[in-house]
């Protein structure tokens, strides 16, 4: 049993503070993805989580017990670096076993497992080198390589595999997730790609500004955003949002077109879809097309609705090029609507 | 630019980069050869018989006359008193590495009232004269039954030692990125196995410069070695309190004696003073 | 017995034979007679020596059995020192001056006198030949000296007079016993008199002609080896290696005179227990020993420090007890002879009577400061020094009430 | 945690250690530089001061230093990036360079006398190459000048060494990284020096020149050996005073300016090359 | 003028060879990534351009002008470390005004310079801080803008944007473009996300095991990988292949399916075919459906094929389970063959 709770977590540096009052429940195994934007305090939660930043306030649960207290060490907890420090006077093989070293085991199950998590991060053949000799990759995934050889309760990892190329990452991926499921480990994952986020996640934890906003499954967060910042941020690329305005009988005009939305005292809203929720049809929204990109399968379309960017991600064969006006429909039940000073969603279920 | 001036550029740097080269080894043995100078005329005179010690003008090779030497080394208790310098300068090295290094990692990684403060007492110790101190010293120790013991004499040379340890090792570990200590703490370590298992390897130089200050401390610190044994005379106060008496082959003789223990120390650790983990990626 | 034996070795906590190869003669051919095994241990250095005495008196035990010291350095440790005037010495004669000088002007013998030395003058054979007109050797007056230093210093190309004014030189022993004795007859009473003034200028006029690295000189033995320097003033025990090494060139002479005689001055070493000494009957055994002649004839071969007990020298002496004891003997006997005593009750004050001339010394003649200016200044610290000690006036001065005065 | 407790915790041995055979025995001997039988005074300081020696021991040593140290921070930074430069044989040269970091002051002050006596081994040089007829006395009294360097070059001789460890010691905890990046962003090596080594070593340099600075106000058998009495030196009159003059509370009080002029001094560079903890790596 | 040219180069690492025999050219002006695995030599080889490292073998020209004996300060570059560097005892201010200041800017150009790409990296803000004090994310835009303020003829950036969210990467992706195309700068530019990759490339390079395998246009590279490699490490997910046995007429079975395909010797070569470029349709390949991945507007459907690995990304639409088995037809002009033994490609023009 190793539920993370962390209740009511604030920590300040002098007068910046990084984070406001935190709330956040990890359930057993479970594997929780955290997102945020560069700065937005993931990294201080991990740490604070990991014992080795003290909050300025709030408690920290781990299976149950509160650990505020403990030091690293008596928190069962495993941590791969964001810049992996990884120890420069210890071959790679020392590395990874440096944790199982301080734990005791025999000399062969030493030897097993830091086999068997080098072997699982690729690294196998470079156990006798030191750090210095290591390229980017390979360093981080020594770090991962060190962390999961511990078998640990809880395991935090801030962004261990941002420097590996995609095809390594998807194995990666994939071989932790099946590694974390089977040790029944928990795990906060700090990742900055969506597709990681969305593939790994039993929930995702979005990050704002030292808060954290929504912490839903990922369809959930994807599909629901509870925030404009959620909408904006997850989905790559992301959430378009124009304004909308009060019409007759509860509708809302969005670029001149009229839309079915929700009940709302206000005058105006934020209309919000996706990108790949839209396709060219007549009677959608008027787009003046600015920049075309490739995206392999699909093309990026990037335009200028009544003077808001607005982006489609289309099939790739339909050609356009600057300066074409398209006519762009939203799939109507992907539509979503926002509350333009709260910024919450307008029907989200919370 | 065009390629005709790119080829010049580059055979002009290529030319300035032998010519650095050269200026760069003869510096090097400019250096070597100042260190080296004086301590080849004192083998001159150690290994000259008394009348080429004082003849004038003196050669510049020596005559290779053991005798100067041989009478120290002749010297009953020689043996003994190298052993008791050996185990006091031991004794301090590990004292002053024991008590200092703590110090120092807490001056590296900490900020707490009094820091200063520790930070000029333990200055203090150096600054004030040793002599002085002697006196109440010995007292204290006649007083204990610390009298003649190496353990005593130990301390007192520690008191010498501690600021080089406690300094020295401070300004090294500041020098350590406080994320692998994290790294070790998260990997299951205390405070103090991270500190042994991770921080002490990295700074293992400044470990072995406070190791080779203690030890060439204790192995020189004549006073203290002087008043504080009797039986137990460290080989320094056996041959060096006096030698400013002696005629000057003796002086040599007795220099050279004295200082060839403390360069084999040196050399046993010179490659830990030295040691480089490429703390740098690459 | 030497550096680590037995721990019930009496230790011998000395000042004296302190130079490496004087010990090692201490050792093994001095105390290896005595019955029990000796720790002979010297320094130069008065601060050790000094530093672990007081410790040992301080905190009230102690390992140190023996205490051998020159007279000076005796005087601070009077009240710790043990009565040894019911020793035994048989039918040894003690020099009786030399025994009252160790009483330190108390009523008890608080060292016995251990050996002897003093201060001559020694030259290389080929500065005979500068020597000026009619002067003798034997019978040199300071102008003579002066006058021969001179024509060295311009006919040899450089100085080739030298004096031991460097930190371990005996130089204030020269002012205190030779230099004002021979000009004023005294070395307190007198310190700031006209005829002081002269004789620092005699000195100054001396200097002119005087090796500069006089100033880094401790031992006369060295430079006069390495023909640095072809006279000098010296310590007896500090002139023996040249004498030792190549006898031939080297001649020995008495100090030169001035207008109130040919002032010299003995050195005294003794030796004494301190009240801590572990086992004081086995300390004042080997005090007795000591004095045996056997002990003490091996002892100035040890040492060149003559014996203060009658004794017969043998004939296989070394060549510098040969030539210093000639021209002791000639200093001692000659007509203008003026001997001083070393000065008694000075107390914890020894140190700075010595600095008083020191200072004259390096203000006047180093620092090319006013003669008369310096006496004035230097004279009243003389003056306070003498009264905070009480000490009466020592011979060449008048016999005294009270602390000895500064006119 | 034990955050708070721990530095304390970590500083105790060292403090209980220098409290018992340091504190107390400096307490009772700085106590009788301030009394005179039990009673508080300033008389001693006052001997002090008004002794004719003193003024020139004080400056003496202050120009000793001030011409010693910085010397030698120089030579010895010059002499640690050499190191860092060296490939092969950098083993070799740099003990070669800490020799005299195993020569006791004593020592070398035999071997410089040595070298500067009028018999010396500099005048044997200097006849022999026919540029002086007669030996010259570096270290006669009239030469002050020569008597000064004599000190200073022996002193810098001597503990260069002990600047160069610290100083190397520390560079080698500088990540490469940072010449890399400062080597592409135009940095000549000068600049390189300049920028990174020096504020990336400022503890070291610290650590160096407050070491030094103590121990060169503390020199004393260097300049005995060489100058004898005519380069009074502070540490030399604590010494005379205590011994040969015998006189403990004056001695005490010259101790005491040597501790404070050490402290002032340490104060300065603490302050100086502080590092603020956020700028640390 | 600085046009790269890379010829022959080679690296030894001790035994170890982390570049054999690399020929590039990079136009003047062009933006070139460099894209392959971890641990291939793309950092060595950008640290060769630099003049950080030098090459066991071979030539570097920049600008027309060979630099291989030149100290990096005088080859007109800038670079973006992949561990940042930023300096720990400069502020951020004086980390990016670092370079400027060595070529003696007047201080108001300084000043401009570094508050301009400072916002350019959304760090303006965190001027005065301390690499100490920032987060990772902040750490790297720092070192970005270091280099950027350099405005050098050459920019080399090591995965310069890893450890950023999506958003903000969108954003500074498009910015560092604008920049670098506006200050006419040489750039390589090493990443391991291949949206970024194929968004920002003139020309992609692929490497190798220490070797370059394709230096071209992205869309050739992503559509016509010139070696297996390429394919397998280009796109996401990454192509799949299957065994090819030779048919009747030139034709080529696969997994019981026949294609037309190349004429080629072999009595077996590799089919080749992108995942997004399959639709379940009767008569495709016989797929065993065993993970399927929400991936937002998609579903990746990893399948077995005859005992091989398979993926396929389709319209999330598509309701699909383990276990099923789908018909996946492939899009015909977009089937590619590699020969099994060279890996090379049977049709690609080079
Ligand atoms: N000093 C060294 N000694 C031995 N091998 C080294 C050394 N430096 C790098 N290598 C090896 O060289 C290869 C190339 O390293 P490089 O850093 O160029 O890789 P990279 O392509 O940048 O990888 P990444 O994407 O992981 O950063 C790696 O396999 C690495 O292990
Ligand atoms: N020691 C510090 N002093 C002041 N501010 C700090 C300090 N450490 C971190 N911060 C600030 O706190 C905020 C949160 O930092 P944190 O490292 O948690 O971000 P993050 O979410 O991990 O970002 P990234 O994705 O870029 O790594 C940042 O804005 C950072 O600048
Ligand atoms: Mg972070
Ligand atoms: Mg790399």
Redesign the pocket.
Known sequence: MAEISIRNVAKQFGDFTALHSVDLTVADQEFMVLLGASGCGKTTLLRIIAGLETPSRGEVWIGGKRVDHLPPRQRGIAMVFQNYAVFPHLTVFENIAFGLRMQKLPRAEVDRRVTRTAELMHIGQ?LK?YS???????RQRVAVARALAMEPDVILMDEPLS?L?ALLRLEMRAELKGVLAESKTTTIYVTHDQVEAMSLADRIAVMDKGRIVQAERPIEVYRNPAARFVGSFIGNPPMNFLPAKKGANGSWRVAGVTFEGPRAEREEIAFAIRPEDLSPSEGGLPAEVRVVEPLGPHVLVTCDVEGHLFRAVLDSDIVLSRGDTVKLAPTPDRIRWFDPETEKSLQHHQ | MTAVTARETAVTSADIRKRGRLVFVATIIILCAWVLAPIYLLAINALSSPEQVNAFPKSFVPGFETDSIAFFMGFAGVARALFNSVLVAGITMALSIGLGAPAGYALSRFDFRGKDAFRIMVLMTRAFPLPLLALPLAVMFIRTGLDDTALGLALVHTTLALPFAVLITFSLFAGIPVELEEAAWTLGCTRLQAFYKVVLPLVLPGIAASAVFAFVISWNEVFAAAVLTIENRTLTAFLLQNINVSPMHLKFAGGAVLVVPALIFIFAVRKYLFAMWGIAN? | ATGGSAQADILFWSTQAAPVEETQAMRGQVLSGFEEAVDYQATDDRGPWLTRIEAELQAGSGTIGLLGALHGEFVSLSDDLVDLSDIELGDVTVNATFQQLGMLGTGEQKYLPWMQATYIMAANRQALDYLPEGADINALTYDELIEWARVLAEETGGPKFGFPAGPQGLKHRFFQGYLYPSYTDSAVTEFRSPEAEEAWNKFKELWQYTSPSSTSYGFMQEPLLTEEVWVAWDHTARLADAFNQRPDDFVAFPAPAGPTGRGFMPVIAGVAIPRTAPDTEAAKALAAYMLKPETQVATLRATNFFPVVEVDLPDDMPASVRLSGQAIARMANADDANPSLLPVGLGEYNGKFNQVFVDAFERIVLAGQDVRQVLDEQGETLRSVMQDSGAPCWAPDEPSEGACPVE | MQQRTLPYLLLLPATLFLCVFFIYPFLLVAWQAVSQDGALTLDHFRTMAGHWKFPTAFWNTMLLALAVVPVQLALALFMATLVTRMGKGRDVILYIWTIPLGISDLAAGIIWLAIFEQTGFLNSMLSGLGVVEQPVAWLGYQNKGTIFLAVVLAEIWRATAIVLVILVAGMGLIPKEYYEAAEVFGASPWKRFTRITLPLLRPSIQTALILRTILAFEVFAVVIALAGTNFPVLMGETYHWQFNLQDRHVAAAYALVILAISIAFTLVFLRTLRVPREAQP
Chains 1, 5 share one sequence.
């Open positions: 470079l080198r210095g000799q290591l390229s980017g990759g390979q420097n190329d | 690459r």
